[in-house]
C-alpha cells in the first residue's frame, strides 16, 4: 500500500478549508514524508480544539483509514492551553506538522479527507 506524504495530506486539507472560505495554514512545517500532523481549529472565542493525525485499518474494507482525533472531545479548551500543548508536542517530535484554521464553527476540512 502507497501511503500519502503528510505534505500531501496537509496541502488538500488546506485546500479544503480555503474552498470552504476558511483560513487556513502551515504554523510548523515537518518532516514531508512523514511525521504527526496536528490540525489546530480558532474558534476565534479564545478557544480552539486539536486534531491528530491516525492512521488505522478499515477491516471492511481492506484498507488504510487517515482519520483526524479530538484530542479533547469532552472537554472546551483556550488557545492559549492549545499553544502551550502544540510547543509541548514539537520538543518531542521536531518532525512534526502544525496546520491552523481559523473558523467560529469548529469546521476541521481534515475530517473529510478520503484517502
Not at 486539536?50 to 482525533?69: G, Q, T, W
Not at 502551550?84 to 469548529?106: A, L, T
Request: contains cysteine; negative net charge; aromatic residues 8%.
Amino acid at each position: 500500500m502507497i501511503e500519502l506524504k503528510a505534505e500531501t495530506i496537509i496541502n488538500a486539507g488546506i485546500r479544503i478549508a480555503e474552498k470552504n472560505l476558511k483560513s487556513a495554514y502551515v504554523t510548523k512545517k515537518g518532516d514531508e514524508h512523514a511525521g504527526a500532523i496536528f490540525v489546530k481549529i480558532d474558534t476565534l472565542d479564545g478557544f480552539a480544539k486539536l486534531f491528530l493525525r491516525n492512521i488505522k485499518y478499515d477491516l471492511n474494507n481492506d484498507k488504510e483509514v487517515i482519520e483526524f482525533v479530538d484530542l479533547y472531545p469532552q472537554k472546551q479548551i483556550t488557545t492559549i492551553e492549545i499553544d502551550k500543548r502544540i510547543s509541548n508536542e514539537i520538543e518531542i517530535d521536531r518532525d512534526c506538522w502544525v496546520v491552523e484554521i481559523e473558523d467560529k464553527n469548529g469546521f476541521n476540512a481534515f475530517d473529510n479527507l478520503d484517502c
